[in-house]
């Protein structure tokens, strides 16, 4: 159970890491915003770390529980890809904003390291079996190996990180990762899907 202090350190941790990215916030500059003491703040969180990692977590868990909830519904793939790009919007307007994202590519802590790794292989997992599901209600090609899939995904990782393309999408870095979404999504189903 959250209390609305924890929440309310959550939630100002939540705004200024997407408006700065972590690296430029301190739990001093949390507590100031969210007006509560290092005490309060550390009466729940044992640094910015951990508040880092379970604001991603709850993101992760909240986003996976969408995917979940697509896959359960019979629709179509213009209809998943839709609410994929709904949930990739909403997770760059809460959280993913380009500071952010810029953060998480050039960070040294050895503990967030580990942490994003075992976030992108989860994510990949979990993203196997979405594209799986996918294959075995024929919405994509069925006959595409998973290996393949899989390589496309991490390649699009690639993609969003590429300077070439985060300059051109300095702008808009949330275009960017729709724009790889898309190429994926349509381009498995081996067809135009209108």
Known sequence: MTTSKQQTIIETARRLFREHGFSAVSVSGICAEATVSR???????????ALLQEIVTEQKNRVRAEFEA??????SLHEAAEAVF???????????????LRDIEENTDL?????????????????????HTLQ???????????E???????????????????????????????????????????????
């Not at 005490?39 to 770390?49: E, M």
């Not at 024929?138 to 190996?145: E, F, N, V």
């Not at 995904?153 to 590429?162: E, F, N, P, T, V």
């Open 136 to 146: 075995q209600r024929r919405l994509i090609q069925p006959d595409l190996p998973v």
């Open 86 to 100: 709904s949930l990739q919007r909403q997770s760059f307007d809460e959280l993913y904003s380009a500071d952010f």
């Open 148 to 194: 393949l899939i899989d390589l496309f995904i991490r390649q699009a990782d690639i993609l969003m990180r590429h300077p070439t393309l985060t300059t051109l999408y300095s702008n808009k870095p949330d275009k960017l990762l729709e724009t790889i979404l898309g190429m994926l999504l349509y381009g498995l189903t081996g067809k135009q899907d209108k």
């Open 39 to 49: 005490v309060t703040f550390y009466k729940y969180y044992s640094g910015k770390n």
């Open 111 to 131: 503990e967030l390291e580990r942490f994003f790794h075992e976030l992108n292989e989860e994510k990949y997992a979990f993203m196997r079996g979405f594209f």
């Open 70 to 75: 697509l896959l359960a519904r019979q629709c």
